[in-house]
């Protein structure tokens, strides 16, 4: 099929929808019109599934639409529900009422982009109506308006990886201005030279809004996206215990941790009820460290740090001496560890999420820290799942199956002795406990890492992104360039998981900044890679006395312009005599007290910068 064709069935599937769906139609629209009752003949199953030939919006929950008709009971979170019917609260208290009001956006949607008053007018109307998905409201207004109002591309992951902006409709316009640039006859295809351009795994992500009804019978899987058991892993710097609180969030909230930042954080506000705008980055950042640590002090979410001698009585439980307080003998209890703690608090609000986040997850020794629990912890070994398995603790034996109603008490002092003696009870590890992982890559313990521990766990990968850094220059010293240069030094004298992160030179204001991530962090960083190999540090440094000999001596000055200050040494000159074992010469290494901006630039540009500087 050419590319003609594919346009011109494109347009026709947009008129057919609009003559199909007038205005007059919509006024008069009812509930059953609207979500369809399985003829596929409704208004959402048309957008959704109906019209192929435009940018798709398939993928996710029907809750895109504000209203849907439900398969079973629903558990998402605001979200209100009859024997038919489920919508999120806000926008009533019946269905009939939701509807009423769903139906209202959508025609002030349609109307709006078919009175042709222009994209900035459209953009906001689409940002005013709440609790209908961004793919949805935007595929609306491209069916109802002109031609040359936005591409027929919906996918939130595919217009960022097209613009770089995390605002659909700021996305938009940055595409809207490239093709008044181009040559392209018509929007159609200008969309579908952009499409082409997009990866494959962005194309199939649909609309980053694609979630997962979370039901109450199907408590053991996992909310959309959020895995149950995921690790983040990466070089220093990468930004994993950002992401560590993102997933956290997404997982308590239930809501997409790869949604557009601001719609994350607008997600967030809205899942716990808080009325805060987030309109700057400062303003997400506040929010999500906000929300985070409540959770933390609401112990629903827990953090701990695995190091070589952490184990069992740590993690799960374990025997402890204490001082009874009204004979001053020592005494030994069974206590609790955070792992057996969370699975308490989870079991508690079954209807919850809770998350349990490992740092250095790697550097651990994982049977001895979850001993026989590991196999507790996949999805279907999980309580109430196809495979359930509980078993005994070592020291307690206590029933955390009992919090759902066998027992009322954890409290083991009220069961009788025949109870102790014959009626060993069970652990199992909750469904709605989420396990969050992070590993450095760049630890030498990371080749160790348990066999059983990579079996049950999700691994997500996170890079050095220098694109965040937007090419922020300090003092002609362009960021994105120098870390990108750094880290393809790196990786070809050692590895890519021993890469610089981009969060070393996020937030740097001035030269003074960035001498001090250098001086303090960068460099000392570097010889614990190369284990002090100072030639190899020279050289991702662009200083190695091979390199030196390519620069233009006019504007290079290996005084002034080099990080590490290489004097050679001599036997004679050292020791003051002659010593034939130590007669060849050394090279002594010193961090020099101040870096110029030509040290920077020869790793940049090979030194480009004026001679008089």
């Not at 001498?515 to 540090?537: A, G, H, M, S």
Request: charged share 30%; glycine share 4%; hydrophobic share 35%.
């Amino acid at each position: 099929m050419t590319r003609k064709n594919k346009i011109d069935i494109a347009k026709d599937t947009k008129l057919e929808f609009v003559r199909k769906w007038t205005l007059k139609r919509l006024s008069k629209m009812t509930l059953d019109d609207y979500v369809s009752s399985g003829d596929k003949t409704g208004f959402c199953y048309d957008i959704e599934r109906n019209t192929p030939s435009i940018g798709s919006i398939l993928g996710g929950s029907s809750a895109k639409f504000g209203i849907y008709r439900k398969n079973k009971e629903s558990e998402i979170r605001n979200y209100l529900q009859d024997d038919v019917y489920a919508w999120h609260q806000k926008h009533g208290e019946s269905a009939e009422e939701a509807f009423e009001t769903v139906k209202a956006s959508v025609i002030l949607i349609a109307k709006t982009a078919q009175s042709n008053v222009g994209f900035d007018r459209v953009a906001s109307v689409i940002e005013e109506q709440q609790g209908l998905w961004s793919s949805f409201k935007w595929k609306i207004a491209f069916l109802y308006s002109k031609e040359d109002l936005i591409p027929d591309i919906f996918s939130s992951e595919a217009l960022t990886t097209l613009t770089k902006e995390r605002k659909p409709s700021q996305a938009y316009r940055t595409l809207m201005m490239e093709y008044a640039k181009s040559d392209m006859q018509s929007i159609y295809e200008f969309s579908r030279s952009k499409w082409a351009l997009i990866p494959k795994d962005s194309k199939n992500k649909n609309d980053n809004l694609v979630r997962t009804e979370l039901t109450a019978d199907e408590s053991s899987e996992t909310f959309g996206p959020v895995s149950l058991n995921i690790i983040l892993y990466g070089p220093p710097g990468t930004g994993k215990t950002y992401n560590t609180v993102m997933h956290a969030l997404a997982a308590v909230y239930k809501i997409d941790p790869e949604l557009p930042l601001r719609e994350f954080a607008e997600e967030v506000a809205q899942a716990s009820e808080v009325e805060q705008e987030v309109v700057t980055k400062s303003d997400i950042d506040d929010l999500l460290r906000k929300k985070y640590r409540e959770l933390v002090d609401n112990k629903q979410i827990y953090f701990t740090t695995f190091h070589q001698s952490y184990g069992y009585e740590e993690f799960v439980e374990g025997i402890k001496p204490s001082i009874d307080e009204k004979t001053s003998n020592v005494v030994y209890r069974v206590e609790d560890g955070i792992f057996k703690a969370i699975c308490k608090k989870a079991l508690e609000n079954p209807k919850r999420n809770h998350v349990l986040i490992i740092d250095e997850i790697n550097r651990g020794n994982i049977s001895k820290i979850f001993g026989e629990l590991i196999t507790l912890l996949e999805k279907d070994k999980r309580l109430n799942a196809d495979n359930e398995i509980k078993v005994s603790l070592p020291y307690s034996q206590s029933d955390l199956v009992g919090v759902w109603g066998e027992s009322d008490e954890w409290d083991d002092e009220d069961e009788d002795e025949d109870d102790k003696n014959h009626n060993i009870k069970l652990f199992g590890v909750p469904s709605n406990l989420y396990i969050i992982g992070t590993m450095n890559t760049a630890d030498r313990s990371i080749a160790l890492m348990d066999t059983a521990l990579r079996r049950r766990f999700e691994f997500v990968e996170m890079m050095p992104d220098a694109s965040l850094l937007e090419n922020k220059e300090i003092e002609g010293i362009n960021l994105t360039i120098l870390l990108e240069k750094i880290n393809q030094r790196i990786t070809y004298l050692y590895d890519r998981e021993h890469q610089i992160g981009h969060a070393y030179l996020m937030g740097i204001e001035n030269k003074a900044d960035l001498d001090n991530v250098f001086r303090c962090k960068l460099i000392p960083l570097l010889q614990e890679y190369f284990y002090d190999d100072w030639e190899k540090i020279q050289l991702v440094l662009g200083e190695h006395k091979n390199q030196i000999e390519g620069y233009d001596k006019s504007n290079f000055d290996k005084s002034t312009d080099c990080f590490i200050d290489a004097k050679t040494l001599s036997g004679q000159d050292v020791l003051g005599c002659s010593y034939d074992e130590y007669m060849t010469e050394a090279t002594e290494y010193k961090v020099k007290s101040d870096f110029s901006v030509d040290a920077y630039l020869k790793i940049t540009a090979g030194l480009k910068s004026d001679p008089a500087k």
